[in-house]
């Protein structure tokens, strides 16, 4: 089957304190962006790829698709929430008979063992969610300063790349958006279809801080990269 993903790539740099989108920072010499798109071209060379960046720094995504020059890459630009970014990608590429994967462009630290791993369940279930365990103590706040303890074990923290059968996701994104679609994964159950959750990655952070800069670094210098 074909694999396709749409990278979405539109954030700020607002939480990191600068100017530059977060996506083009720098990480071993390398934009964020460039380290994920290394990654998905590592676990399946044939990848379809679509990166959805805001439209004044398509030209810096070119450029970083120059570094991969025998790379199926194509662009559009984002929407006004992650729901019309998404579908932007998703209606650039012919998609049947597909996989796709949806990435957040941030989250460079994905191997491609995750990648293959949601690739393999989506083709038996139709669907592949990262997710991890809670390893924190959870409350869930109730109001007036109040909150519960929540039972950790039946919480899961969800990653990116969500990942399903196209004939499965493509019609889910036909639906009006609602502001309960905060992912693809919510996206796809609204409109009927079940979601599989798979065992993801802790080093799969979302690049969203300056430390977590020099903890991304870290863990590739730890492999090697």
Not at 74 to 83: D, I, K, V
Not at 144 to 171: C, G, H, M, Y
Not at 197 to 202: A, K, R, T
Request: hydrophobic share 40%; with cysteine.
């Amino acid at each position: 089957m074909k694999k396709i993903a749409v990278i979405v790539a539109g954030g700020s740099g607002q939480r990191m304190g600068v100017s530059l989108p977060k996506q083009f920072l720098l990480l071993k010499g390398k934009s964020l962006l460039w380290h994920t798109v290394r990654a998905f071209l590592e676990a399946y060379p044939d990848f379809q790829l679509v990166i959805v960046l805001p439209e004044d720094h398509l030209a810096t995504g070119r450029e970083i698709a120059d570094s991969f020059p025998t790379a199926n890459i194509h662009f559009t630009t984002g929407g006004a929430t992650r729901f019309h970014s998404v579908k932007n990608g998703l209606e650039l590429l012919d998609t049947t008979h597909a996989i796709v994967f949806v990435h957040d462009g941030v989250r460079c630290l994905l191997t491609p063992t995750l990648i293959k791993r949601c690739y393999e369940q989506a083709v038996i279930k139709g669907s592949a969610i990262p997710a991890v365990a809670a390893t924190d103590s959870i409350r869930i706040a109730t109001g007036n300063d109040e909150s519960i303890v929540a039972d950790r074990t039946q919480v899961r923290i969800i990653q990116t790349p969500q990942t399903f059968k196209a004939e499965l996701l493509l019609p889910a994104f036909n639906q009006e958006y609602k502001d309960s679609f905060t992912d693809e994964a919510t996206v796809a159950e609204a409109y009927g279809n079940k979601i599989c959750l798979i065992e993801g990655e802790y080093n799969n952070l979302k690049i969203t801080r300056p430390i977590d800069l020099l903890v991304a670094e870290k863990i590739l210098e730890e492999r090697g990269l």
